[in-house]
């Protein structure tokens, strides 16, 4: 761990590894070479985890989700390893540059935004707090989508991100698994006399794993995210190969190493696709055989009773719920067991995670897909929901109604496997992810289970890792509240409180804002680099960075611009504050609204820093390509984080919590974990506006923008705008969806609602940037109580209320 031996295995890997020389080649060969002698650092701590959790028989659990949104991992492991002075100075004595080097990787994006990188920061607690959970994902050679912006508009591109080779990978061929798709069942008359299951006539799909170290801070664990890739088998199709159709017969290949090709955007238009449901029983299928491999090897085959109490499978959303009913079938069919027994061990290890409360946007997938792609699968879902039609029928006899309403098979003329329901059924506990969320699922979209099970409910609110999102991130920051109250917060974040005494102090007040305003320096400079706009640090810097959707309602957002645009059109700008706007976030390729609003930003963006009026008052841009890497720079360099989504819609939020711990202040909506954002923080604290959740319901009944719009003279001076084509003057109608939206009484964000009030809030902001004392309060405010947020305290709660394992301690070696 000394400079010394870093620099040595530096030039080492440089040099002799790589074969490369003195200052040829990209940045990519410096940054793999410091990877590998980094890699090498964790390889001992990671092997003494998984021989620490053998020995203590420990129990683990699995964290399947289909997106890990890893982002970079070199600063990351040099913080966690405590390397990061040494290896500067390693670095620095070669004449290498080690944020240079840094920019040399490449992000791990395999996840569209929040559940993914929940699950990031969720490994990453889970080291910290030597937690033996390993993750389960899938190796896509493509992760999401990079993002340019061109004339205004989303385009797509491919993100090739393996194409340089991934030094934190490490292929697992021993473990290679074979997956089964199509096919049919064979029945047989088993030893005791009941029935057995064969799937037969398959075409079989091979399971490769690749392990990457997640390094816990400081503490000598590494724990594992296991990522499938598909591979061929080498079985031809032997009719085609001997008819001569060798080339043919290879190029299937194709067909099986398409599953694990492509991270699917989020993107409705996307829904029911058959490649998704392989790409989801593969990491299922994959998962659950990998867990009975090391089962079996530690226990044999014959401790199944204990099974249940040393594993846990949570599942990240439904997308890997098929999981539910690939462990009946791997302990019927493969492992001999009954129904009952098969079904008493996955109702206790089965675990599910809900992420929205969209009705629209719970998985369904058509029975008939299912039935050709996994048919044993779907008679087993059939007799778990036969089982369960018992159930219901028991507790509520004679209602019909609630039979269909809560059968895991929706009848219809194309009638559809409901995941969540596969996956409330086959698990112990059920969890949303922000207080709000939790108590409006067991009021709304899952109430009858909840009548049935009450006590599977549960709330398990989000947090963020303090390490990547603090620690890493905001060096500026962390070097002052070291200063002033010591590290514990990096591995407790309540700790964060000790600063709350320094609010008063002016002198550190002072630092606070310095710090600030380097973090808006370094903001500015990503900015102008990627938009080609110069943001004046001492304006209020206001940012909205997200997925792109309409319930997230960056067109609110836009409308507030327009508006303030107006006013300095119209000469309203007594005791103006300056404010420099971005909004980023990529829109699904399919989604044509979102994509629309991206245009109408650019455009906004255009009128507004190309007109004079607008110098030192107001600049607006839209940030390309918006990803994890860009967020280490973003949330540092934020006044106000703007979370204005429609109350009730949003599960969460995690980027929320990402602005707060860096010292913005917010304005929001009482929606998903704002709310609590907001207790921690103080109301004083918070720019709230809107319509709450109930309100939102009752409004809807009797919607009428229009009227909205005539009785609000600011809002009807922006309408004018859009609808005068003044942002697109060479393409008249352009915005009219957009329009529409607005003004229609079926808008289901309700964007007019809540116009008036967000504006409202935004004038008390500018008005509190002004006092800059009393700013940087407000700032220090959101920090010091930013403690709950910590994905610590989350995963300690998982591991309290659901997964109930022992920690296993790991010891350094010398
Ligand atoms: C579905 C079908 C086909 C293809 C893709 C998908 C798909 C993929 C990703 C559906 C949903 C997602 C991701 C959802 C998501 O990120 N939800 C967010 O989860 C966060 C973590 O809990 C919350 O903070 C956010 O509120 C929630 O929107």
Same mark, same amino acid.
């Given at each position: 761990?000394?400079?010394?031996?870093?620099? !040595?295995s530096?030039?080492?890997?440089?040099?002799?590894?790589?074969?490369?020389?003195?200052?040829?080649?990209?940045?990519?060969?410096?940054?793999?070479?410091?990877?590998?002698?980094?890699?090498?650092r964790?390889?001992?701590?990671?092997?003494?985890?998984?021989?620490?959790?053998?020995?203590?028989?420990?129990?683990?659990?699995?964290?399947?989700?289909?997106?890990?949104?890893?982002?970079?991992a070199?600063?990351n492991?040099?913080l966690?390893?405590?390397?990061?002075?040494?290896?500067?100075?390693?670095?620095?004595?070669?004449?290498?540059?080690?944020?240079?080097?840094?920019?040399?990787e490449h992000?791990?994006?395999?996840?569209n935004?929040g559940?993914?990188?929940?699950?990031?920061?969720f490994? !990453?607690?889970?080291?910290?707090?030597?937690?033996p959970?390993?993750?389960?994902?899938?190796?896509?050679?493509?992760?999401m989508?990079?993002?340019?912006?061109?004339?205004?508009?989303?385009l797509?591109?491919?993100?090739?991100w393996?194409?340089?080779?991934?030094?934190?990978?490490l292929?697992?061929?021993?473990?290679?698994?074979?997956?089964?798709f199509?096919?049919?069942?064979?029945?047989?008359?088993?030893d005791?006399?009941g029935?057995?299951?064969?799937?037969?006539?398959?075409?079989?799909?091979?399971?490769?794993?690749?392990?990457?170290?997640?390094?816990?801070?400081?503490?000598?664990?590494?724990?594992?995210?296991?990522?499938?890739?598909?591979?061929?088998?080498?079985?031809?199709?032997?009719?085609?190969?001997?008819?001569?159709?060798?080339?043919?017969?290879?190029?299937?290949k194709?067909?099986?190493?398409?599953i694990?090709?492509?991270?699917?955007?989020?993107?409705?238009?996307?829904?029911?696709?058959?490649?998704?449901?392989?790409?989801?029983?593969?990491?299922?299928?994959?998962?659950?055989?990998?867990?009975?491999?090391?089962w079996?090897?530690?226990?044999?085959?014959e401790?199944?009773?204990?099974?249940?109490?040393?594993?846990?499978?949570?599942?990240?959303?439904?997308?890997?719920?098929?999981a539910?009913a690939?462990?009946?079938?791997?302990?019927?069919?493969?492992?001999?067991?009954?129904?009952?027994?098969?079904?008493?061990?996955?109702?206790?290890?089965?675990a599910?995670?809900n992420?929205?409360?969209?009705?629209?946007a719970?998985?369904?997938?058509?029975?008939g897909?299912f039935?050709?792609?996994?048919?044993r699968l779907?008679?087993?879902?059939?007799?778990?929901?036969?089982r369960f039609?018992?159930?219901?029928?028991?507790?509520?006899?004679?209602?019909?109604?609630?039979?269909?309403?809560?059968?895991?098979i929706?009848?219809?003329?194309?009638?559809?496997v409901?995941?969540?329901?596969?996956?409330?059924?086959?698990?112990?506990?059920?969890?949303?992810?922000?207080?709000?969320h939790?108590?409006?699922?067991?009021e709304?979209?899952?109430?009858?289970f909840?009548?049935?099970?009450?006590?599977?409910?549960n709330?398990k609110?989000?947090?963020?890792?303090?390490?990547?999102?603090?620690?890493?991130?905001n060096?500026?920051?962390?070097?002052?509240?070291?200063?002033?109250?010591?590290?514990?917060?990096?591995?407790?974040?309540?700790?964060l409180?000790?600063?709350?005494?320094?609010?008063?102090?002016?002198?550190?007040?002072?630092?606070?804002?310095?710090?600030k305003?380097?973090?808006?320096q370094?903001?500015?400079?990503?900015?102008?680099?990627?938009?080609?706009?110069?943001?004046?640090?001492d304006?209020?810097?206001?940012v909205?960075?997200?997925?792109?959707?309409?319930?997230?309602?960056?067109?609110?957002?836009?409308?507030?611009?327009?508006?303030?645009?107006?006013?300095?059109?119209?000469?309203?700008?007594?005791?103006?504050?300056p404010?420099?706007?971005?909004?980023?976030?990529?829109?699904?390729?399919?989604y044509?609204?979102?994509?629309?609003?991206?245009?109408?930003?650019?455009?906004?963006?255009?009128?507004?820093?190309?007109?004079?009026?607008?110098?030192?008052?107001?600049?607006?841009?839209f940030?390309?390509?918006y990803?994890?890497?860009a967020?280490?720079?973003?949330?540092?360099g934020?006044?106000?984080?703007?979370?204005?989504?429609?109350?009730?819609?949003?599960?969460?939020?995690?980027?929320?919590?990402?602005?707060?711990?860096n010292g913005?202040?917010?304005?929001?909506?009482?929606?998903?974990?704002?709310?609590?954002?907001?207790?921690?923080?103080?109301?004083?604290?918070?720019?709230?506006?809107?319509?709450?959740?109930?309100?939102?319901?009752?409004?809807?009944?009797?919607?009428?923008?229009?009227?909205?719009?005539?009785?609000?003279d600011d809002?009807?001076e922006?309408?004018?705008?859009?609808?005068?084509?003044?942002?697109?003057?060479?393409?008249?109608?352009?915005?009219?969806?957009?329009?529409?939206?607005i003004?229609?009484?079926?808008?289901?964000?309700?964007?007019?609602? !809540?116009?008036?009030s967000?504006?409202?809030?935004?004038?008390?902001?500018?008005?509190?940037?002004?006092?800059?004392?009393?700013w940087?309060?407000?700032?220090?405010?959101?920090?010091?109580?930013?403690?709950?947020?910590?994905?610590?305290r989350?995963?300690?709660?998982?591991?309290?209320?659901?997964?109930?394992?022992?920690?296993?301690?790991?010891h350094?070696?010398?």
């Open positions: 761990m000394d400079v010394q031996s870093l620099s !040595d530096y030039r080492h890997y440089y040099h002799y590894t790589l074969g490369r020389d003195n200052g040829d080649g990209s940045v990519h060969y410096g940054f793999a070479a410091l990877a590998m002698a980094v890699r090498d964790l390889m001992e701590r990671w092997k003494a985890t998984a021989r620490a959790a053998n020995q203590m028989d420990a129990t683990r659990t699995c964290y399947l989700s289909m997106e890990f949104l890893m982002g970079r070199l600063n492991a040099m966690n390893l405590e390397i990061h002075e040494e290896v500067k100075a390693a670095l620095t004595e070669l004449g290498v540059e080690l944020e240079e080097l840094e920019e040399g992000d791990a994006g395999l996840g935004g559940l993914g990188r929940l699950a990031a920061c490994l !990453d607690s889970c080291a910290t707090l030597q937690l959970v390993t993750g389960y994902g899938l190796r896509y050679e493509y992760g989508f990079r993002q340019v912006i061109k004339d205004g508009y989303q797509e591109e491919p993100d090739h393996l194409r340089n080779g991934n030094p934190w990978e292929e697992r061929p021993e473990f290679t698994c074979t997956v089964k199509g096919g049919r069942t064979e029945y047989y008359v088993q005791g006399g029935l057995g299951a064969h799937w037969v006539d398959t075409h079989d799909v091979l399971a490769v794993p690749y392990d990457i170290p997640i390094p816990g801070y400081n503490n000598g664990t590494v724990n594992t995210l296991r990522l499938w890739k598909a591979e061929a088998t080498d079985e031809f199709d032997l009719d085609e190969f001997n008819a001569g159709f060798y080339p043919e017969s290879v190029a299937q194709n067909q099986a190493e398409n694990t090709m492509v991270l699917y955007p989020n993107d409705s238009s996307e829904n029911g696709k058959e490649l998704r449901l392989r790409q989801q029983y593969f990491l299922a299928s994959a998962s659950m055989q990998d867990v009975i491999r090391h079996v090897k530690h226990h044999g085959t401790a199944w009773d204990s099974f249940a109490a040393k594993n846990r499978f949570q599942l990240n959303d439904t997308h890997p719920s098929i539910v690939e462990l009946m079938r791997l302990l019927m069919d493969e492992q001999g067991l009954g129904w009952d027994e098969a079904w008493a061990i996955t109702t206790h290890t089965m599910y995670t992420h929205t409360l969209l009705p629209e719970l998985e369904r997938w058509s029975v897909l039935k050709q792609l996994l048919p779907l008679e087993i879902i059939y007799e778990i929901n036969a039609m018992t159930l219901v029928s028991s507790h509520w006899p004679g209602d019909t109604d609630r039979m269909r309403r809560m059968s895991i929706e009848e219809g003329h194309d009638p559809m409901r995941m969540a329901y596969l996956a409330i059924v086959g698990s112990f506990s059920v969890n949303g992810v922000a207080a709000l939790s108590k409006l699922l067991v709304g979209l899952f109430k009858d909840h009548e049935l099970w009450p006590e599977k409910f709330n609110t989000n947090g963020v890792t303090q390490r990547r999102w603090l620690a890493a991130c060096p500026g920051l962390r070097a002052l509240i070291n200063d002033t109250i010591g590290d514990e917060w990096i591995t407790q974040l309540e700790a409180q000790k600063l709350l005494p320094h609010a008063d102090n002016a002198a550190f007040r002072q630092r606070w804002h310095e710090v305003r380097q973090n808006k370094r903001l500015a400079d990503l900015v102008l680099k990627e938009c080609g706009v110069e943001f004046d640090v304006a209020m810097f206001d909205q960075v997200k997925r792109m959707h309409e319930y997230k309602r960056q067109l609110l957002n836009v409308l507030h611009v327009i508006h303030l645009y107006n006013r300095i059109k119209r000469g309203d700008t007594n005791d103006w504050t404010r420099c706007v971005l909004i980023g976030g990529k829109a699904a390729p399919g044509y609204q979102a994509k629309l609003i991206i245009k109408l930003i650019n455009n906004v963006a255009q009128v507004i820093n190309a007109d004079p009026d607008t110098q030192g008052k107001l600049r607006l841009v940030f390309p390509d990803r994890v890497t967020m280490e720079t973003i949330c540092p934020t006044d106000l984080s703007e979370q204005i989504s429609t109350a009730g819609k949003e599960a969460s939020g995690t980027g929320n919590m990402k602005f707060m711990m913005a202040v917010t304005i929001g909506t009482l929606d998903g974990a704002n709310i609590e954002i907001r207790e921690e923080a103080g109301e004083d604290n918070f720019f709230l506006f809107g319509l709450t959740a109930e309100e939102v319901e009752l409004v809807r009944q009797d919607y009428r923008p229009d009227e909205i719009i005539a009785a609000d809002f009807a922006v309408m004018r705008l859009l609808e005068s084509g003044y942002f697109n003057q060479f393409n008249p109608g352009q915005f009219d969806p957009i329009i529409h939206s003004r229609s009484p079926h808008d289901p964000w309700l964007v007019a609602a !809540d116009f008036r967000f504006i409202d809030a935004q004038q008390r902001a500018a008005t509190a940037y002004q006092d800059r004392d009393h940087v309060r407000m700032s220090i405010m959101n920090a010091a109580n930013s403690g709950k947020f910590s994905t610590d989350t995963m300690r709660e998982y591991n309290e209320d659901i997964w109930r394992m022992e920690t296993v301690p790991v350094p070696p010398e």
